[in-house]
């Protein structure tokens, strides 16, 4: 029997996230998930702020949360490339609502000099690691 793998790495920044074989990725599209199968047509594209899943042969799954990047699929590999990709059992939750408390409140200030579009990164960042956690943690 054909085996209906892909090789995945994942790649920050600071290391090599991830490498090894994957049945499925699931990817934050900048229009929606889109999810990458064995034999998916090439591809390259780009991403946004939400969560990556992996689902493994053993039918284990992983999630992780990422800033956006892009993704290259071709010949049953993909590579994605991303500022920042955190495993969801590494994410601090405590850490992550104290980010959403900053960011929020550099957002509500009125004057001042407050960097807009750097403070709803990291409010959308702050959230999604929150929505990962409450929603993918193995407590």
Do not use: C, W
């Not at 199968?37 to 899943?53: D, R, V």
Request: proline residues 2%; glycine residues 6%.
């Amino acid at each position: 029997m054909e085996s209906k793998e892909l090789d995945l790495e994942i790649i920050s920044p600071e290391k090599k996230v991830f490498s090894g074989r994957v049945i499925s990725v699931t990817i934050p599209g900048t229009k929606g998930n889109f999810q990458v199968l064995y034999n998916h047509a090439p591809l390259i594209s780009t991403f946004e702020t939400g969560i990556i899943k992996l689902e493994l042969a053993d039918k284990s799954k992983h999630i992780y949360t990422t800033s956006g990047g892009s993704v290259e699929v071709l010949d049953n590999k993909i590579l994605i490339l991303s500022d920042t990709v955190e495993h969801v059992e590494d994410i601090n939750l405590e850490r992550a609502k104290k980010s959403r408390e900053r960011a929020e409140e550099r957002l509500s200030k009125k004057g001042g000099v407050v960097d807009v579009d750097r403070a709803r990164a990291s409010l959308a960042r702050a959230l999604n690691r929150i929505k990962a956690v409450e929603k993918f943690s193995a407590d």
